[in-house]
């Protein structure tokens, strides 16, 4: 059996509904695959932060800064409460190499035009009153946002339906459907073929390994990523609390690290993360299972720094492979091979997906992206 598509999109995480919402606005009848549920990867084991501080420069900050514009008006376009809300943002330096890199980064940005502000250790207390004294040295503040990771992908999901999207939950792909070095679509586990003239890849940390049956190495690997989240609190946090180290030490293929960062969500709950362990260092037997290793070392970070979290109570904890590349830039565009698109390996997802869906819609109607998508990882 056979079923034909405009287009295809594997991956119904962040960068799957956008993109697949933006293909049936433009009026391309499309499929949305997905393995599970929608969210039921990465993207739903996400802080919902709208992240504009740890982008990269260059043509990622461009599109950073695009993002969040248009993030501030999804709501609107979905017809939907995404929970979009101005929220700050604190990348802060715990020791002398952090602060190096963290100065660095600040000057970057301040003169790429980012309004961003330097704060000593003394006004960092007075932003974070329940951060324990004499425990960091600086920080940089920009105000960004926050959304319900959920209603947004629900709410893009729901949108592209009333366009004419197919969605496929609980349907896992086997391959790419090859011919004659083209891809003609998708082979899924059921033996069913599903035909279009193209097909994008954006299922974040099993990128590489579906795109090996096109025969094409993607380098966007996984680390098994680890948070909890804490009963409700009254306001406890003013800003999203991240570690410098988390941006420079917490992901790669060497060794697990743990960093702290340290969110409130609209509810109140305290999001707490993160371990990464690289998916070659995690037991096969454990990979979906909280790790004592994580346990003990966040409960010393979070303990050293918010001691006034000592007693709160855990509610539960999640588990997940958690995509990245090494260059810390995403493999995005057109692949070499003729029919395949491929999006994965963002350092952030919710604040860059409405601009992904936008430019992979603009890739299949005109056949261009219409800014320059060579400072990416091309496969």
């Not at 461009?62 to 969040?68: A, E, F, M, V, Y």
């Not at 514009?69 to 979905?78: A, K, S």
């Not at 702290?260 to 993160?274: F, R, V």
Request: proline fraction near 4%; glycine fraction near 8%.
């Amino acid at each position: 059996m056979r079923r034909q598509f405009d287009c295809i999109v594997i991956g119904g995480g962040y960068f799957g509904c956008s993109i697949a919402y933006h293909l049936s606005k433009a009026g391309k009848a499309t499929a949305l695959i997905e393995q599970k549920e929608i969210a039921s990867g990465a993207s739903g084991a996400n802080f919902g932060c709208v992240q504009v501080q740890d982008s990269n420069m260059g043509m990622s900050l461009t599109l950073t800064l695009r993002g969040i514009e248009r993030m501030r008006t999804m709501g609107q376009e979905l017809q939907a409460d995404i929970g979009f809300e101005p929220f700050g943002s604190l990348i802060v330096a715990e020791d002398a190499a952090q602060l190096q890199e963290l100065e660095n980064l600040y000057q970057q940005k301040k003169e790429a035009g980012l309004d961003i502000d330097w704060l000593s250790a003394a006004q960092v207390l007075r932003a974070e009153p329940n951060l324990a004294p004499k425990r960091i040295l600086a920080a940089t503040r920009y105000t960004q946002a926050k959304i319900y990771p959920f209603h947004y992908m629900y709410a893009l999901v729901k949108k592209a339906r009333e366009q004419g999207l197919t969605l496929m939950e609980h349907t896992p792909a086997a391959s790419l459907w090859m011919e004659g070095g083209t891809c003609k679509g998708v082979i899924l586990c059921s033996g069913e073929a599903l035909r279009a003239e193209q097909t994008i890849v954006s299922a974040g940390s099993w990128t590489r390994e579906f795109c090996q049956t096109a025969g094409l190495d993607v380098p966007v690997y996984s680390v098994k990523a680890e948070a909890f989240v804490t009963e409700p609190l009254k306001p406890f946090l003013n800003n999203f609390y991240s570690s410098a180290g988390f941006f420079t030490e917490a992901h790669g293929q060497e060794a697990a690290a743990t960093s702290l960062c340290i969110h409130q969500s609209h509810h109140g709950n305290i999001l707490i993360g993160e371990t990464a362990k690289p998916d070659g260092r995690a037991e096969l037997a454990y990979a979906d299972m909280s790790s004592v290793e994580h346990c003990a070392h966040i409960h010393a970070l979070l303990t050293r720094y918010f001691p006034a979290l000592e007693q709160v109570q855990v509610l539960r904890s999640w588990v997940t492979r958690s995509p990245y590349t090494e260059s810390c830039q995403p493999v995005f565009g057109p692949s070499s091979v003729e029919g395949l698109i491929l999006a994965a390996g963002f350092k952030s997802a919710a604040i860059l997906s409405p601009v992904v869906g936008d430019i992979v819609a603009q890739l299949v109607v005109k056949g261009k992206a219409g800014v320059d998508l060579s400072e990416f990882i091309y496969v």
